[in-house]
């Protein structure tokens, strides 16, 4: 029977993520899991294969020949791609009488390998990256948003991380901030047709706007948009210490997670630099944390997607918030 199978499926091996999964990864003790997430884990399909042997490989020389190539760089010269990404979402939610659906962002590939700990796995449902990122989501509000009175997240996008936010929070004030117009548009129309409490405000994380000033008792997050500011993040990060909101959590790729030693976070660490991706902010975190200017509550490796894993998460609270 073994020699009829398909290369693909002998070297395979199916697992799913369950609830002590999430557990284990987000640092909870067994069946700590809040219910909410246990809810989303209950209802969406976790199953994947692990890939092995020449699966394995086939993907791994994948990745090392897209890193052979040139490969498009992080900057402001993408500032049009993301408004011409974020005008294409717009249209799709009004086409579609404002379905929440549409605001899940082209760049997740639906069909693609997954990064999940420490392996490369074909999830078998289309909808695993969403799945997971939405109860990674839900935990993170709920562990560390539950006592702020506004949110704000940074580089919003289509605000589908907000949405998330307000359905667990009804009524409470969120912002989301980004550079592009299309953004702002949308939040807008989550307003207006969703009933949610939320604001689009126009924002470049490289030149932050000093006048623009957070609530006392805020949490702050961002979801791959530091990413996209390579080394040019220490402005924003001074920006934040000096709003002094309640807490911070970024959930980016984290260039010093990555073990070089190991081929798998080597190849990761490879196409940061080659994109010119976020490089270098927990360093610089750990060093305003030594001068006693902010506290890192905490480091958490999730998953990511082929390249790189852009779900990893800092959280850190500055010295003193501001009330
Ligand atoms: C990978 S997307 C993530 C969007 C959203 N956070 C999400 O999870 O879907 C990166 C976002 O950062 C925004 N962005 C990139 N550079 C920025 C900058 N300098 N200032 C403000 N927003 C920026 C882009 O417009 C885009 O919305």
């Not at 020389?61 to 040139?70: G, I, S, W």
């Amino acid at each position: 029977m073994l020699d009829t199978l398909p290369l693909q499926q002998i070297h395979n091996h199916q697992e799913a993520l369950h609830q002590e999964d999430f557990e284990a990864i987000l640092g909870e003790a067994p069946g700590a899991l809040f219910p909410e997430c246990q809810e989303l884990v209950g209802r969406y399909d976790l199953r994947y294969n692990t890939l092995q042997g020449v699966s394995r490989d086939r993907v791994v020389l994948r990745v090392l020949k897209t890193l052979d190539q040139n490969l498009e760089v992080a900057g402001t010269h993408r500032k049009q791609r993301w408004e011409d990404g974020w005008a294409e979402n717009l249209s799709n939610f009004q086409r579609t009488g404002y379905d929440l659906a549409a605001l899940v962002p082209k760049f997740v590939r639906p069909q693609e390998v997954i990064r999940l700990k420490g392996e490369y796995v074909r999830p078998v449902s289309s909808q695993f990256e969403t799945n997971v990122v939405e109860i990674l989501r839900y935990w993170m509000f709920k562990k560390w948003f539950h006592a702020v009175d506004h949110i704000y997240e940074f580089g919003c996008g289509t605000g589908h991380n907000l949405v998330d936010a307000a359905c667990l929070f009804p009524g409470r004030p969120l912002y989301g901030l980004d550079w592009s117009q299309s953004s702002q548009a949308i939040l807008r129309l989550l307003k207006a047709e969703h009933g949610f409490n939320v604001v689009g405000r126009e924002f470049n994380m490289l030149e932050p706007d000093e006048s623009f000033d957070l609530y006392p008792r805020s949490g702050v997050f961002t979801v791959g948009a530091m990413e996209q500011l390579g080394c040019q993040y220490h402005g924003f990060v001074n920006y934040l210490l000096r709003q002094r909101p309640s807490v911070c959590i970024h959930v980016e790729t984290l260039y010093e997670l990555y073990d070089q030693n190991v081929l798998f976070d080597y190849v990761a660490a490879r196409y940061l630099e080659k994109r010119k991706y976020l490089q270098g902010l927990l360093g610089t975190l750990k060093t305003f944390e030594h001068e006693g200017r902010l506290e890192i509550v905490g480091t958490i490796r999730t998953f990511g997607s082929l390249y790189h894993d852009g779900y990893s998460m800092v959280i850190w609270k500055p010295v003193e918030e501001k009330m």
